[in-house]
């Protein structure tokens, strides 16, 4: 049925040009959506042999094609500036996965690690310890894993055929993202990529994630000659990754909002709670916000008005970087 009235309606005025400073500059590559994490009961890729259906893996590439396909066809489309991302040269890489001690040389590098951080609840899983990987020897692991027809780096998270290639085109296209802003180009841009980065450590992949996309494109600002760096991220898990990366650093304010979920094992063995401050000279430099389940917008809101934006005007970063995982809804 159509409704129609008769009645003057007030006339729409026109639109404002679109300025320079209301566009998102996006970052996107289509072959990060050939990263397959597979399919099997929730992260697991096993197949109980029971179920006629078997669900794709939580991190799949639908839900980033559905992002793209809100910023070209839904409402803020015609404020969207599209960007053709690239993939990283493994030399990137090294800024940001380079924690530990190069001990080896080349041909040692062969051995593959799985999940090999032992945990302790007193343990202080900070130091380095024997057997943990040196920066190459975990990007060499990643690269050797590419080579076999697909390997479970850790717990839930798959480098299958075409997952690497999708890695190094999130991570080099979160760098294109940064430098945009570093040539002057744009005040804000938005690096839409998979597979994710927030969980991978220098030398530890973890919840899906192998390479630290936003802790790469931090080092970048940093040694672009940028003074500090605050990092803010609203995904509903800990992102332990990054704030692992720099939690020794006093130039990046690392401040993570998410579930107590605590320690999830041998690849995540930080815990994410408020007593997680940072060390040495970045004592003080990591805010862990863990929220009740069920906070909703007005729990995110007051812990942004009382802890985030104090924090962060305090630090007076130079660049923000915001790592905006999209899992936190009411059934996460
Ligand atoms: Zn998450």
């Not at 080896?104 to 032992?118: D, K, N, P, Y």
Request: proline share 7%; aromatic share 6%; hydrophobic share 35%.
């Amino acid at each position: 049925m159509a409704i129609s009235s008769t009645e003057a309606v007030p006339s729409t005025p026109d639109p404002k040009p679109i300025s320079e400073n209301d566009i998102l500059h996006v970052f996107w590559h289509e072959g990060m959506l050939k990263h397959d994490t597979g399919r099997g009961v929730f992260d697991t890729g096993m197949d109980p042999g029971f179920l006629d259906v078997l669900e794709n893996h939580p991190e799949n590439s639908n839900r980033v094609k559905n992002m793209v396909s809100i910023l070209k066809r839904g409402p803020i489309a015609p404020f969207v500036s599209w960007h053709q991302g690239r993939p990283a040269l493994i030399s990137e890489l090294l800024s940001f996965h380079t924690q530990g001690i190069f001990t080896g040389g080349i041909s040692e590098l062969q051995r593959i690690f799985i999940c090999r951080r032992a945990t302790h609840p007193k343990d202080t899983h900070r130091t380095t310890t024997p057997g943990l990987p040196t920066a190459i020897q975990y990007i060499n692991e990643l690269v050797e894993a590419d080579k076999d027809e697909g390997k479970i780096i850790c717990s839930g998270t798959f480098l299958n055929p075409g997952s690497w290639d999708a890695a190094l085109l999130a991570a080099g296209t979160t760098l294109s993202a940064m430098k945009h802003i570093l040539d002057g180009h744009a005040n804000i841009t938005y690096a839409l990529v998979r597979p994710p980065g927030h969980h991978a450590q220098p030398t530890q992949a973890d919840g899906y994630c192998f390479l630290n996309n936003a802790g790469l494109a931090v080092q970048l600002a940093l040694s672009s000659g940028l003074k500090n760096v605050a990092v803010i991220d609203i995904d509903v898990h800990y992102g332990n990754g990054t704030a692992e990366g720099f939690y020794r650093s006093d130039r990046v304010l690392t401040v993570s909002l998410h579930m107590n979920h605590g320690s999830w094992g041998p690849s995540h063995p930080q815990n994410g709670t408020v007593d997680e401050l940072g060390e040495d000279k970045g004592f003080g430099y990591n805010l862990n916000i863990p929220l009740p389940n069920g906070s909703g917008d007005r729990g995110y809101a007051h812990a942004m008005n009382e802890l985030v934006v104090p924090a962060v005007k305090k630090f007076e970063p130079a660049m923000m970087v915001l790592v905006v995982g999209q899992d936190s809804s009411a059934v996460s």
